[in-house]
Nanobody, 121 residues
């Protein structure tokens, strides 16, 4: 399973972005997909996850602002990010693990290369 993130960009505070995580080499039917981020000098932080049965989980830091979704026909998972703040600036990663969600990044088996999100005026 290979994962490729896209959609990162420079955006002003209060703006929105949609990140995509496209999978190849396998379907995502049996995987939970999580999004995490890592800012310079900080540990990787789990943000959100969608399970193989479409259950979702969010970290408190993004709850109400970020929405995760999946399109199995396109083998892609999305992270819609609204009301972005400067502290959301980081490299954002998607990752896969079997079936059930976890927010802890170390519990994931497959990782993408990341996409940069910068929130600044």
């Amino acid at each position: 399973l290979q994962l490729v993130e896209s959609g990162g960009n420079l955006v002003q505070p209060g703006g929105s972005l949609r990140l995509s995580c496209a999978a190849s080499g396998s379907t995502l039917d049996d995987y939970a997909i999580g999004w995490s981020r890592q800012a310079p000098g900080k540990e990787r932080e789990g943000l959100s996850c969608i399970s193989s049965t479409d259950g979702t989980t969010y970290a408190d830091s993004v709850k109400g602002r970020f929405t995760i979704s999946r399109d199995d026909a396109k083998n892609t998972v999305y992270l819609q990010m609204n009301r972005l703040k400067p502290e959301d600036t980081a490299i954002y990663y998607c990752a896969a693990r079997p079936f059930q969600c976890q927010l802890t990044p170390s519990l994931y088996d497959y990782w993408g290369q990341g996409t940069q999100v910068t929130v600044s005026s």
